[in-house]
């Protein structure tokens, strides 16, 4: 059962907008000044720029693969199931993760207005808010857009006032020593920051739901991209213009701080509001993006299909959203949220690497129905670029944290073979290989089983296919070998003579069905290699031909020379022994 298309771009924005800001821009400017100084404005333009390739990457694959999962769908499909599987968890983990923080970093602000409040209240008071936003999601995914919206509007709407209301108050001479601590620091704090955009690519996680997809998803996560950039830079050129330097050096309410310089206890309310709304934009973010890859992972069978199971009435995924639900609540009231979401920073790193890598390789097999709606520029050398800039960020987090990522990785490794490993899961792309070849008269004959079941069939002992029943039936058929140029038409009346002796047929009929085949939709499966068959009347007779085109034949107009046919002819009776034929070349392609 597919997921309802209910996010419009405004919601789709403002969930790849929500999910982007939090701690990255109320707590972490205070900490990163004190690292590079003034220099800190480049430091959030130069990271979010080196975000770009995996942005674009992101939504080229998920434009092409438009299916619940983001990132998780296509790595399992380009790099297979063990990565996929690491890939998996490795998404579902972090966002999760990040979404129990984002709960969590409410309590930093609550503290602005009650200064009693207790870490077990914080705690206590996250769990509920993680309640709330599981339950808005089970009941409606287009309902907790909607909330969404409204969030990050009024979010935005504050922080507008915020520029507005604090430009006049900037002391520009506070800009002075730029670059005070050096270029290595800079650098330094590049990586610090860059993880404030870790959250814009959540939204791929949504493909699924998002109406036309095609062009609302890249459309949504640049626009997003570009209007946090742009607060960010002047909320924090406001931030570093307004509070003196030893006022801003370690400072983890920067943003409520200058507030106040300017606009009294007003001021601190209005930012503080500001702050909770940004930490609950990313939490609902967080649980609908989340919930998401464990529900792709359940339809390819990495996981127990329980996880796929929908609402009838809402037509939510509800075991995977209780599931991850649960986990965010463990996670806030008995774990040590900063030290996991240091590692779930770290596989989110490691997921950047994957989606660049899955890019490099889908583009340099061809995949004839690869058709994303959005092409990523920048390619190879800026995805190779990227991927070495993000190990060297995961390099710099330190041992420990690169120790429990890879301990990560190992469990998510031993969970696939403990379930998955014996399962198979080149299924999808065989069966989808062999469903374009097949002619409507042989899939749509009512007298026979479900063509994909039939295929999942053949497909379990493809091995006896290719090593038994085909080479008998190719060595038993005939063969052509053309070394000089010949046309499409002159081959299939060629063809037709000479399977006319051995199937007791006319060459006329036969010809007739060949080009009422390719009528109907080309032969030419991919390059260089065409797949004609057809059904004739009678019973009990099946053939396959086999032909080699030296010149080579131009089979279609925009399609490089065809070199190879495998053509296959035979009785609706004899139709298993055709599918076992299609699956066998299919397996072979």
């Known amino acids: 059962m597919k997921l309802k298309k209910s996010i419009s771009l405004p919601t789709a924005f403002s969930i790849a907008a929500g999910a982007m800001i939090s701690s990255g821009l109320f707590v972490l400017p205070g900490i990163v000044y004190a690292q590079t100084g003034p220099s800190i404005i480049l430091a959030y333009l130069v990271a979010g720029l080196l975000m770009l390739p995996t942005m674009f990457v992101q939504s080229e694959l998920a434009t092409a693969m438009p299916k619940a999962g983001g990132a998780y769908v296509y790595i399992m499909r380009i790099l297979g199931p063990q990565t996929g599987m690491i890939a998996g968890f490795a998404n579902w983990f972090s966002i999760a993760m990040k979404s129990a923080f984002a709960l969590v970093g409410i309590g930093t602000f609550l503290t602005l207005i009650i200064p009693e409040t207790s870490e077990f209240q914080i705690r206590l008071i996250a769990a509920g ?11 409606s995914t287009k309902h907790s857009g909607k909330l969404q919206t409204i969030l990050v509007f009024l979010l935005l ?14 002391n520009f001479s506070f800009y002075k020593n730029f670059f005070s601590n050096g270029r290595d620091a800079f650098f330094a ?7 404030s955009f870790g959250g814009l690519t959540k939204i791929a996680s949504m493909s699924e739901e998002i109406k036309n997809s095609g062009k609302n998803l890249p459309r949504a996560m640049f626009l997003a991209f570009f209007v946090m950039m742009l607060f960010y830079l002047l909320v924090i050129s406001i931030v570093v213009g307004i509070l003196p330097h030893n006022d801003l050096i370690g400072n983890l309410t920067p943003v409520t701080t200058a507030a106040k310089s300017f606009a009294g206890n007003i001021g601190v309310l ?13 939490a609902n973010a967080g649980i609908m993006a989340a919930s998401r890859t464990p529900l792709a992972m359940g339809r390819d069978g990495l996981i127990p299909e329980t996880f796929t199971k929908l609402s009838k009435k809402h037509k939510t995924p509800y075991v995977a959203i209780l599931i991850t639900g649960v986990f965010i609540v463990v996670a806030i009231l008995g774990l040590r949220i900063t030290a996991l979401v240091k590692v779930a920073s770290s596989l989110m790193l490691f997921l950047f690497i994957l989606d660049n890598l899955s ?13 994303p709606t959005f092409k990523a520029p920048l390619f190879p050398y800026v995805q190779i670029i990227a991927i070495i800039f993000y190990m ?24 696939y073979f403990f379930y998955a490993r014996k399962k198979d899961f080149s299924q999808s792309a065989l069966i989808i290989l062999a469903k374009n070849i097949l002619n409507k008269q042989i899939s749509t004959d009512e007298a026979h089983k479900n063509i994909e079941e039939e295929l999942f069939e053949l497909l379990q002992n493809r091995e006896d296919i290719i090593e038994d029943f085909f080479d008998k039936t190719v060595k038993s058929g005939i063969a052509f070998d053309f070394k000089e140029k010949i046309e499409k038409q002159e081959f299939l009346e060629k063809v037709s003579d000479g399977l006319a002796n051995r199937l007791d047929l006319s060459s006329d009929k036969i010809l007739k069905e060949l080009i009422k085949r390719e009528k109907s939709s080309s032969t030419n499966i991919t390059s260089g290699l065409a797949i004609p068959h057809i059904i004739i009347p009678g019973k009990g007779l099946f053939e396959i031909a086999l032909a080699r085109l030296q010149q080579g034949i131009r089979w ?14 035979g009785t609706l009776d004899m139709r298993e022994h055709h599918l076992k034929a299609l699956m066998a070349v299919a397996q072979l392609i």
């Not at 709407?157 to 900037?170: D, H």
């Open 392 to 415: 060297l960020l995961i390099n710099e987090m330190g041992h420990k944290i690169m120790f429990m990522t890879l301990f990560f990785i190992l469990l998510s490794l031993g969970s």
């Open 157 to 170: 709407s504050i922080l507008a006032i915020f520029i507005i209301r604090g430009y006049p108050e900037v």
């Open 189 to 195: 704090a590049v990586g610090m920051v860059f993880i």
């Open 359 to 371: 890019l490099l390789i889908i583009r340099n097999i061809h995949l004839r129905n690869y058709k």
């Open 129 to 139: 808010a993680a309640v709330f936003f599981t339950v808005i999601n089970l009941l």
């Open 270 to 282: 209005f930012t503080a509001f500001a702050a909770f709304l940004a930490y609950v934009t990313t």
């Open 556 to 569: 279609e107009k925009n399609n490089k020379p065809v070199r190879a046919v495998f053509l296959l002819i």
